[in-house]
């Protein structure tokens, strides 16, 4: 059954696996629903039933959540999620930031470590910055794909990414990255960028200063 875990929302527990899910991080991609409905039943309460599959199926569904509102813990010897070998940041079609890889959330009422995944506002408009809430839907955000060859920074292998969101400005990423558009193409790769999350930056998704022409407001 579960239970309101500090940090992770609910908890779902069995003997050989633990689901956490943290509804305010969730964007209803529902990639758990559609592949796997022994375990995650969109219409029936409570949503989750912990013992409709194995812990390798629950964990390997549980790795397509984008945003990190579910995340596996085995406890029956079943080896622990692996962040992805490549630290990458892909651009959602007029929606959110995705990273996967070995990353860090740090900022104002926020300390996230050993994340995997995660999906951050770059509307401006989410109510629950940094994380997506699909608020970009209603305001019919715009974020079209750059047309610049691929930028390639001073590189190394850093390892783990972090992620800071700055007061009332952009996303100051640090780590070795690299960040995908809309096509799958890679359009840059370094260990330090400036991300755009008041929405109206004109050179999308790096931040060209324009959160303090507009007066940008967000811890």
Wanted: net charge negative.
């Amino acid at each position: 059954m579960p239970y309101a875990g500090k940090n992770m929302g609910k908890r779902y527990i069995s003997d050989a696996v633990d689901i956490t899910y943290n509804l305010r991080r969730c964007i209803h991609a529902e990639q758990c629903i559609h592949h796997l409905e022994s375990v995650f039943k969109k219409n029936t309460r409570p949503w989750i039933d912990i013992n409709g599959a194995s812990t390798t199926e629950i964990m390997g569904v549980i790795a397509l959540c984008p945003s990190g509102a579910l995340h596996a813990i085995p406890k029956d010897g079943t080896a622990s999620e692996e962040p992805s070998r490549e630290n990458v940041i892909s651009l959602w079609e007029d929606g959110p930031l995705q990273f996967e890889g070995k990353l860090e959330i740090i900022g104002a009422n926020i300390d996230i470590t050993d994340e995997t995944r995660a999906t951050l506002c770059r509307c401006g408009e989410s109510k629950n910055k940094p994380f997506c809430d699909n608020s970009h839907r209603e305001v019919n955000f715009e974020a079209p794909d750059i047309d610049d060859n691929v930028i390639v920074a001073t590189t190394t292998n850093s390892g783990i990414v972090s992620i800071i969101p700055e007061s009332n400005g952009p996303y100051h990423v640090t780590g070795h990255i690299e960040i995908v558009n809309q096509s799958g193409e890679i359009i840059w790769v370094g260990d330090e960028t400036w991300l755009c999350r008041c929405g109206h930056s004109s050179h999308k998704p790096f931040c060209d200063d324009t959160h303090a022409t507009i007066g940008f407001q967000a811890e």
